[in-house]
């Protein structure tokens, strides 16, 4: 029996901001796999927006909002949701701190 690829849904913020957030044996994401406990990074991927605190990681600079952006830390991806006001809706692999707004 094989088992499905996780997918995780569309992360939305507070002020607006979105991005996908994914990780799995075919992400960009450490480790690559689709059942690890805890990920170190993920594949952010089309932010509806530019972010400043992701830039770095961006693969087609050309196109901040319409492309991914491999291997981003976790730690990098809570900061980016605590200062865009938290999560109003979506999910996120294991290891990403999910800020919840009110």
């Given at each position: 029996m094989?088992?499905?690829?996780?997918?995780?849904?569309?992360?939305?913020?507070?002020?607006?901001?979105s991005?996908?957030?994914?990780?799995?044996?075919?992400?960009?994401?450490?480790?690559?796999?689709?059942?690890?406990?805890?990920?170190?990074?993920?594949?952010?991927?089309f932010?509806?927006?530019?972010?400043?605190l992701?830039?770095?990681?961006?693969?087609?600079?050309?196109?901040?909002?319409?492309?991914?952006?491999p291997?981003?830390p976790?730690?990098?991806v809570?900061?980016?949701?605590?200062?865009h006001?938290?999560?109003v809706?979506?999910?996120?692999?294991?290891?990403?701190?999910?800020?919840?707004?009110?």
């Amino acid at each position: 029996m094989s088992r499905e690829r996780p997918f995780y849904q569309r992360i939305v913020c507070k002020s607006g901001f979105s991005m996908s957030v994914q990780a799995s044996a075919y992400s960009y994401s450490y480790p690559q796999s689709d059942t690890a406990e805890v990920y170190e990074s993920v594949e952010i991927g089309f932010p509806n927006r530019v972010e400043p605190l992701i830039e770095k990681y961006c693969e087609d600079e050309r196109d901040p909002t319409g492309t991914v952006y491999p291997y981003v830390p976790v730690w990098l991806v809570t900061t980016v949701i605590a200062k865009h006001g938290g999560v109003v809706s979506g999910t996120a692999p294991p290891g990403v701190v999910m800020l919840v707004s009110d």
